[in-house]
């Protein structure tokens, strides 16, 4: 079992659709951080976030530290926002060492 | 806006051959990071370094790679000899740990080293 699960793996939606992707991690972190992969392969760093939520356009990312869960929200949608998205934790003991999910694939269609 | 930068974009070369990748993290970042991602393995953490000090290479095949940072705009990557099971994407990231908490904030990452080994 890895110790960053995210959910789904695959995800299609139509524009305007609200959308959730999932995080569950076993371990003890510091933060959990949201990554996006654009089709052409840059990554940018969404959110880092160790308690509650954050906000940042349509975007909105919470954490449940006694869940071990977080997840990361896109409203209304857009085919832009088509990426693999990565979950990735900052465990208490791992110095700044990052453990990664396996990405969850977005498709939004027009 | 202040970017990473890693050159070379792309590499094909064959087996055997040594490899180098580089990487000018972003001005006043004291913490660097290299990065693999294959689609068997997803992203994985090779190494990072702390004002030019490696902290953590156990993710890197010491046999074959090793990483330097020879000054604070310069880090690199090698392989020697490389093989094909190296082929990979390789990002590097920079980061800023603050020194009064000691938290990473979040890291920027580069457009990444597509490398092809034959």
């Known amino acids: 079992k890895n110790e960053v699960e995210q959910s789904p793996q695959n995800l299609t939606a139509q524009e305007g659709e609200f959308i959730t992707i999932n995080c569950s991690y076993s371990?003890?972190?510091?933060?959990l951080h949201w990554l996006q992969q654009h089709p052409g392969g840059g990554i940018v760093s969404l959110f880092m976030?160790?308690?509650g939520k954050k906000k940042h356009g349509r975007l909105i990312a919470t954490i449940n530290i006694q869940e071990k869960h977080s997840s990361l929200h896109i409203t209304a949608s857009h085919p832009r926002d088509s990426a693999v998205y990565i979950c990735?934790?900052?465990?208490?003991?791992?110095?700044?060492?990052?453990?990664f999910g396996e990405g969850t694939q977005l498709t939004v269609n027009p | 806006d202040a970017r990473v930068t890693q050159t070379p974009r792309h590499k094909v070369t064959e087996m055997g051959q040594e490899v180098t990748m580089r990487c000018q993290p972003i001005?006043?970042?004291?913490?660097v990071f290299w990065y693999r991602q294959t689609m068997m393995q997803g992203l994985e953490l090779l190494a990072y370094?702390?004002?030019?000090?490696?902290?953590?290479d156990s993710g890197m095949p010491k046999d074959r790679f090793s990483a330097e940072m020879p000054d604070a705009t310069l880090a690199t990557l090698k392989i020697q000899p490389s093989e094909p099971r190296d082929s990979a994407v390789y990002f590097c990231?920079?980061?800023?740990?603050?020194?009064?908490?000691?938290?990473?904030?979040?890291?920027?990452f580069g457009d990444g080293t597509r490398l092809s080994i034959l």
């Open positions: 990231a920079s980061g800023l740990v603050l020194p009064r908490t000691g938290r990473l904030q979040p890291q920027h």
């Open positions: 371990v003890g972190i510091s933060a």
């Open positions: 976030l160790s308690s």
């Open positions: 990735a934790v900052l465990q208490e003991t791992s110095g700044s060492r990052l453990t």
């Open positions: 001005l006043g970042h004291n913490t």
């Open positions: 370094f702390r004002n030019r000090a490696p902290l953590d």
